[in-house]
């Protein structure tokens, strides 16, 4: 026996059996790294995921902002905030919900396409592969707002070192917030003609509310009601208050844009808690999703 | 290898494997067979331990999928039905994946997905996505992956299926080749008939239930013999004759006369000496598992491919199960 074959079949025994942390983290990697990797070999959707808020930015915003009557005030606070400015922040989060919800939805995929099976029959933990999934979803999601980040002076903003150093934790827990959502629903979903579904009934809504397109403040009742349990709202608004706030808006402004509870606007890692609470919550539903065996 | 003893798995009320046995032992190759929704997928899903057994003890390698799913794991190699790689992947990529989340350390890896590769004549392919691959490379791809972690058993679930004549002698090649180097036990359903004579062993399903177990050879026999067919220019004079001499039934078609008798081996040299009338030729068939299966179960198998429609059933069956318990 030579010593090759031998140091192979120590190698084997040693083999990590499921359930250590080193295998499950081993699996939670390399689905991770499986998913960047479908990411960067389809630069074409990249690319074409960048014309959606494009087209808000430079079409809807500008026009928009015309009539509003540009450094107009009313909502935007008076103080020469520009629409654009403000849409900025929430085309970022609308990016990322997007971008999110469609990664988690390649599980549906993998399920339609077989892949799913070479998965869920490997010697690993179910858990692995929700945080693999949810990790990889959200590191697409947090690469695509990352690149909306360059878009800065078509909405005529700017941006500081401090300000996008602070941008991208924010980013990153909205982008795992929304894709566990994704993850937790995917997981229960045997069709892809769930997905529209889902379009329709969650993630448009999500996006509505979220305060993205308008500020949250001096709604109807019934509506502000429904902004508030949309975690979206709670992800794009300290985007927007960082960046808004990096280009030299006083915090009087921003803080008039914040998501207020009982009159009070929440701080900035108040929020930022709660998206990344509410993200380890649906996380759970999906582990436990994944978990369900038979 | 594997030990299956009284199975009973079952869906709501529905019941689709009716508490059956099987012992398949190390080194053969175990043929499972039986139409559509004969309970055949649930089985290899619970074997995989992507199911639960409802009742009845499931060993795979010495060990329990109950107790040991993990364990189970490693040691069997899976070849599915339907295809179950990434195509966006290169080959490649799809053996790096599967190595690392079985815990190959980065050498053995290596030294693995080489060898694989050559194995199924993919190595020159190893940097193309798998996009661009025809059926019967994916499905030679597919495998290089099952076998890449040295299981004990290797389940191949209708290995062929889809596949042309061409490319199904191949893949067969490439699993008797690995079957003698490495030791390996294969598990394995198939509806093609003549795929399964390759079998050491074969069982039977039928509506949840073994009907029968056996070599081919045992099988056939249960058909009751084998049938001689002889041509000649005047087949009805031949055809008395046998009755006459042999006391057998012999049926004419045509210039044919077809006689089945139980033991041809004494038969036919007393046929050939003691037959006066001129024959042209003869021919001795045994009957083929076509035969037992029709007998066993009153109905044929189907000898094509499973329709789109039931595998979208079986496989709704097996991601579906979890929720009817």
Same mark, same amino acid.
């Given at each position: 026996?030579?010593?090759?074959?031998?140091?192979?079949?120590?190698?084997?025994?040693?083999?990590?059996?499921?359930?250590?942390?080193?295998?499950?983290?081993?699996?939670?990697?390399?689905?991770? +790294?499986?998913?960047?990797?479908?990411?960067?070999?389809?630069?074409?959707?990249?690319?074409? @995921?960048?014309?959606?808020?494009?087209?808000?930015?430079?079409?809807?915003?500008?026009?928009?902002?015309?009539?509003?009557?540009?450094?107009?005030?009313?909502?935007?606070?008076? =103080?020469?905030?520009? +629409?654009?400015?403000?849409? /900025?922040?929430?085309?970022?989060?609308? *990016?990322?919900?997007?971008?999110?919800?469609?990664?988690?939805? @390649?599980?549906?995929?993998?399920?339609?396409?077989?892949?799913?099976? $070479?998965?869920?029959?490997?010697?690993?933990?179910?858990s692995?592969?929700?945080?693999?999934? *949810?990790?990889?979803?959200?590191?697409?999601?947090?690469?695509q707002?990352?690149?909306?980040?360059?878009? =800065?002076?078509?909405?005529?903003?700017?941006?500081?070192?401090?300000?996008?150093?602070?941008?991208?934790?924010?980013?990153?827990?909205?982008?795992?917030?929304?894709?566990?959502?994704?993850?937790?629903?995917?997981?229960?979903?045997?069709?892809?003609?769930?997905?529209?579904?889902? !379009?329709?009934?969650?993630?448009?809504?999500m996006?509505?509310?979220?305060?993205?397109?308008?500020?949250?403040?001096?709604? #109807?009742?019934?509506?502000?009601?429904?902004?508030?349990?949309?975690p979206?709202?709670?992800?794009?608004?300290?985007?927007?208050?960082?960046i808004?706030?990096?280009?030299?808006?006083?915090? &009087?402004?921003?803080?008039?844009?914040?998501?207020?509870?009982?009159?009070?606007?929440?701080?900035?890692?108040?929020?930022?808690?709660?998206?990344?609470?509410?993200?380890?919550?649906?996380?759970?539903?999906?582990? +436990?999703?994944?978990?369900?065996?038979? | 290898?594997?030990?299956?003893h009284?199975?009973?798995?079952?869906?709501?009320?529905? $019941?689709?494997?009716?508490?059956?046995?099987?012992?398949?032992?190390?080194?053969?190759?175990?043929?499972?067979?039986?139409?559509?929704?004969?309970?055949?997928?649930?089985?290899?899903?619970?074997?995989?331990?992507?199911?639960?057994?409802?009742?009845?003890?499931?060993?795979?390698?010495?060990?329990?999928?109950?107790?040991? #799913?993990?364990?189970?794991?490693?040691?069997?190699?899976?070849?599915?039905?339907?295809p179950?790689?990434?195509?966006?992947?290169?080959?490649?990529?799809?053996?790096?994946?599967?190595?690392?989340? /079985?815990?190959?350390?980065?050498?053995?890896?290596? $030294?693995?997905i080489?060898?694989?590769?050559?194995?199924?004549?993919?190595?020159?392919?190893?940097?193309?996505?798998?996009?661009?691959?025809?059926?019967?490379?994916?499905?030679?791809?597919?495998?290089?992956?099952?076998?890449?972690?040295?299981?004990?058993v290797?389940?191949?679930?209708? #290995?062929?299926?889809?596949?042309?004549? &061409?490319?199904?002698?191949?893949?067969?090649?490439?699993?008797h080749d690995?079957?003698?180097? $490495?030791?390996?036990?294969?598990?394995?359903?198939?509806? /093609? !008939?003549?795929? =399964?004579e390759?079998?050491?062993r074969?069982?039977?399903?039928?509506?949840?239930?073994?009907?029968?177990?056996?070599?081919?050879?045992?099988?056939?026999?249960?058909?009751?013999?084998?049938?001689?067919?002889?041509?000649?220019?005047?087949?009805?004079?031949?055809?008395?004759?046998?009755?006459?001499?042999?006391?057998?039934? =012999?049926?004419? /078609?045509?210039?044919?006369?077809?006689?089945?008798?139980?033991?041809?081996?004494?038969?036919?040299?007393?046929?050939?000496?003691?037959?006066?009338?001129?024959?042209? @030729?003869?021919?001795?068939?045994?009957?083929?598992?076509?035969?037992?299966?029709?007998?066993?179960?009153?109905?044929?198998?189907?000898?094509?491919?499973?329709?789109?429609?039931?595998?979208?059933?079986?496989?709704?069956?097996?991601?579906?199960?979890?929720? &009817?318990?």
């Open positions: 026996m030579t010593e090759q074959t031998l140091g192979t079949q120590v190698a084997e025994r040693r083999a990590p059996e499921a359930g250590t942390l080193v295998a499950s983290l081993r699996a939670v990697y390399i689905i991770w +790294y499986r998913d960047l990797l479908r990411f960067t070999r389809d630069r074409f959707r990249v690319l074409v @995921s960048l014309v959606q808020p494009l087209l808000y930015l430079v079409i809807f915003g500008t026009g928009l902002s015309s009539s509003l009557g540009g450094g107009g005030g009313g909502a935007f606070g008076g =103080a020469g905030l520009d +629409y654009k400015q403000f849409l /900025y922040g929430g085309v970022i989060g609308m *990016t990322i919900l997007f971008t999110s919800i469609f990664s988690a939805m @390649s599980i549906v995929w993998d399920r339609e396409f077989g892949f799913l099976k $070479e998965i869920l029959v490997a010697p690993i933990n179910r692995a592969v929700a945080v693999g999934k *949810t990790l990889g979803g959200a590191t697409q999601a947090m690469i707002g990352g690149i909306l980040l360059l878009l =800065a002076p078509i909405a005529g903003v700017k941006l500081t070192v401090l300000s996008v150093l602070e941008l991208i934790p924010l980013m990153f827990i909205t982008a795992f917030a929304l894709t566990a959502v994704g993850v937790a629903l995917a997981s229960r979903m045997r069709s892809m003609q769930g997905f529209q579904g889902m !379009m329709n009934f969650l993630m448009m809504p996006f509505f509310l979220s305060g993205a397109l308008f500020p949250l403040a001096g709604l #109807p009742a019934w509506m502000t009601v429904l902004t508030r349990i949309d979206l709202a709670y992800g794009i608004d300290p985007i927007r208050r960082v808004l706030g990096g280009s030299g808006v006083p915090s &009087q402004v921003t803080d008039k844009l914040a998501i207020t509870v009982s009159g009070q606007p929440l701080s900035i890692l108040e929020e930022a808690s709660i998206v990344l609470v509410f993200g380890l919550v649906m996380l759970g539903l999906a582990i +436990y999703n994944f978990r369900a065996r038979d | 290898m594997i030990k299956v009284g199975l009973v798995k079952k869906y709501g009320e529905f $019941e689709a494997v009716k508490g059956i046995d099987l012992d398949v032992r190390e080194g053969e190759v175990f043929g499972f067979l039986g139409p559509n929704g004969a309970g055949k997928s649930t089985t290899i899903s619970i074997l995989c331990t992507l199911l639960k057994p409802t009742a009845g003890d499931v060993e795979v390698a010495g060990l329990d999928v109950v107790k040991h #799913p993990d364990a189970v794991r490693h040691r069997i190699g899976l070849i599915f039905q339907d179950s790689l990434d195509d966006q992947l290169t080959a490649r990529e799809n053996l790096e994946f599967h190595g690392f989340i /079985y815990g190959l350390p980065a050498a053995v890896r290596k $030294e693995r080489a060898e694989v590769l050559e194995m199924v004549g993919l190595a020159d392919r190893a940097k193309s996505q798998v996009k661009t691959f025809s059926g019967g490379m994916k499905r030679r791809l597919e495998i290089a992956r099952g076998v890449m972690h040295h299981p004990e290797l389940v191949l679930d209708e #290995p062929t299926l889809g596949l042309d004549p &061409q490319t199904r002698n191949h893949i067969w090649e490439y699993l690995l079957r003698k180097r $490495e030791g390996i036990t294969l598990f394995m359903t198939t509806h /093609y !008939m003549d795929e =399964a390759f079998s050491d074969i069982a039977i399903i039928d509506q949840g239930k073994i009907v029968a177990q056996g070599t081919p050879d045992e099988l056939k026999a249960q058909v009751g013999g084998d049938v001689v067919t002889i041509t000649a220019d005047d087949a009805e004079a031949l055809a008395e004759e046998v009755d006459r001499a042999f006391h057998v039934a =012999a049926q004419v /078609y045509g210039s044919q006369v077809r006689i089945e008798v139980p033991d041809s081996a004494t038969f036919v040299p007393r046929l050939v000496r003691e037959l006066s009338a001129p024959v042209k @030729s003869l021919t001795l068939s045994r009957p083929s598992l076509d035969d037992v299966f029709l007998k066993l179960t009153g109905h044929a198998i189907r000898d094509e491919a499973a329709g789109q429609l039931d595998q979208w059933r079986n496989m709704a069956q097996m991601w579906g199960g979890r929720r &009817q318990r």
